[in-house]
């Protein structure tokens, strides 16, 4: 009898403590979510009770977002930055992790650790010299200097991930292409590219996410309200000096959120591998 | 010479002959990226550098050598050395609440139960959303008028209206506030990077010390968080440079204020470098982070490498 009380104590300690962490993570986003749907005068009224409905949910917030806000324009954007972006990337980077991994000895080594610190460099360092070149090529307040800049994150970032893709896949398999009459280069293209098929969609994501995450580049080079990617947009442009539309604020973010909530949860562990895989071996 | 004594070739093939040697191909497949990363942060961090030391504002550019100056005014300014020390609070007190909910978290999601997928998605969240998106959120959870806390204490009757808190007006709660949220958002990372530690210790790792008699806080302590130590000192690089480099969350949330208590290196340096214009100061504030940084990633790298041996 007394284990089975332990036992049911224990149980109930431990869905106690699971409920507490998903509260803590998730509430933010359920306020997100009731705020938006929330009529105006059921919001500013700090007698209702804020956690459910007191009036009927109203879809005004995300009409006014779509049709008296540059929102759709916003979306619009990021996906243009973000698609541009990617396709820089992935030229790039993985061709160049693939070599990094590839290379033998000290220099091959110390070559990846100074792409790994490049990522760390942060933008708080960069903005004020990147402003003045992006100035410089008569790209200010234009989203196409975010096309120019963003990459200077994505590409260590994802030169590093796929480092560590290639290093898991066995050389063998090129040197068997060679072997049977392949060039280095068509074994590159031919045998170790299609292989690596699922890492690339891992970069292609993972930068994708990256770019609508960022926030400091695009406050510092766009400030005009058309050329702005929606994170920055839903943040700044919704609040009209001290007025803050909190329904549309909370719509916008919303929208927002939802495809890099998705994309990270479906392709979490191959981050993880990526980003520690590289550097613990 | 070489050329006569090689068969006569087309160019085509001799471009292809090129590809065939190993750090030929190499280096014409890295090339692209390290170009990139060359013109694109390495020169402009040089230019950064070159800011710090000149006279350069966005009103009068000259590239007017002053030295140190820039630096030796920024240090006798009191709001300044109230910034760093803003800054390092910042990092280390959210850093360490983000690392220990993270082990704890980790502990938690290790065992199985029913749901423990969704729950895993869910705590993902503050991670994976856009900081910004997520701050805006908070901004309106610690609402003046209509916070959500708020409304939850003055319900309970622990304070009254008048009383209730203002989180983002008072000096030490609006700290509090912003070592909650980055707390908040990197500990989710925390917890992945715990498990994927905890995960490749090997399991008969575990059933030798079990055999040999250890228990769960031995087990813990003395064989699972040194082993899975070097993938927690990655995790934790991440963490303390960019939390210690961020202005996204003090930007949007409290604007460096109330008078300065939330201030922190980014957002100072983005003040003074972009928004009053004064390029060379704004830059010189930004180096102040560059020393802690190397010292931090160094340390770790070195630290990670021994373990390795």
Not at chain 1, 250 to 255: F, P
Not at chain 1, 256 to 274: C, Q
């Amino acid at each position: 009898m007394q284990r089975i009380i332990a036992l049911t104590a224990r149980r109930t300690s431990f869905y106690f403590a699971i409920a507490f962490f998903v509260f803590v993570c998730a509430f933010p986003f359920y306020w997100m979510l009731i705020t938006s749907f929330k009529a105006n005068s059921d919001l500013y009224n700090v007698t209702n009770i804020p956690f459910w409905f007191t009036e009927a949910p109203t879809l005004e917030h995300f009409r006014y977002l779509f049709e008296q806000t540059l929102f759709g324009r916003w979306l619009l954007n990021s996906f243009t930055i973000g698609v541009c972006v990617v396709a820089i990337t992935v030229v790039t980077a993985v061709p160049a992790g693939y070599s990094l991994a590839r290379m033998t000895g000290r220099s091959g080594e110390a070559l990846g650790i100074g792409i790994f610190l490049t990522y760390l460099v942060p933008p708080s360092l960069l903005f004020l010299p990147l402003s003045r070149i992006v100035a410089d090529l008569g790209l200010q307040n234009s989203m196409w200097s975010l096309v120019l800049v963003y990459p200077t994150f994505t590409i260590p970032f994802c030169t590093w991930l796929s480092m560590g893709f290639f290093k898991a896949m066995p050389p063998e398999i090129e040197e068997a292409a060679i072997v049977d009459g392949c060039s280095l280069f068509g074994a590159f293209i031919r045998m170790t590219i299609p292989l690596s098929l699922p890492a690339i969609l891992t970069v292609v994501i993972f930068t994708f996410t990256l770019t609508l995450q960022e926030f400091v580049y695009a406050l510092t080079f766009v400030s005009s309200s058309s050329q702005k990617p929606v994170t920055l947009g839903v943040a700044t442009d919704l609040i009209r000096g001290d007025v803050f539309y909190w329904g549309e604020l909370m719509a916008g973010a919303l929208i927002a959120s939802i495809p890099v909530a998705i994309a990270y949860n479906i392709f979490l562990d191959r981050f993880i591998s990526g980003i520690t895989g590289g550097a613990v071996k | 010479m070489v050329a006569i004594a090689e068969p006569i070739a087309k160019p085509a093939s001799r471009f292809r002959f090129l590809f065939d040697r190993r750090e030929v191909l190499g280096s014409f497949l890295m090339a692209p990226a390290i170009l990139y990363v060359l013109l694109l942060v390495g020169l402009p961090f040089l230019l950064a550098v070159y800011y710090s030391v000149s006279a350069y504002t966005l009103y009068n550019p000259t590239w007017r050598f002053v030295g140190l100056e820039n630096f030796e005014q920024i240090v006798q300014n009191p709001v300044f050395l109230r910034t760093l020390g803003n800054t390092f609070l910042f990092t280390f007190a959210s850093n360490f609440l983000g690392l220990v909910m993270g082990k704890f978290g980790a502990f938690l999601l290790l065992q199985p139960f029913p749901g423990r997928k969704i729950v895993r998605a869910l705590v993902i969240l503050p991670w994976a959303v856009p900081i910004a998106l997520a701050t805006i959120a908070w901004e309106w959870i610690f609402d003046s008028l209509y916070s959500v806390i708020n409304w939850t204490l003055i319900a309970a009757g622990i304070v009254t209206r008048p009383d209730a808190p203002n989180w983002l007006g008072s000096p030490s709660l609006a700290m509090l506030c912003i070592i909650i949220i980055n707390a908040w958002r990197f500990f989710p990372f925390a917890i992945v990077i715990f498990l994927a530690g905890i995960t490749a210790v090997p399991q008969d790792v575990i059933d030798a010390a079990t055999v040999d008699g250890a228990g769960f806080w031995r087990k813990n302590y003395q064989i699972i968080v040194p082993m899975i130590l070097p993938i927690v000192a990655i995790g934790l690089i991440f963490g303390i440079v960019f939390t210690f480099t961020d202005l996204s969350i003090v930007f949007l949330l409290t604007n460096g204020g109330p008078a300065g208590a939330t201030s922190v290196l980014g957002f100072e340096g983005f003040q003074v470098g972009i928004a009053s214009g004064d390029v060379s100061h704004g830059a010189a504030i930004s180096l102040f982070m560059l020393p802690v940084l190397l010292i931090v990633v160094i340390g770790m790298l070195r630290f990670i490498r021994q373990r390795e041996i």
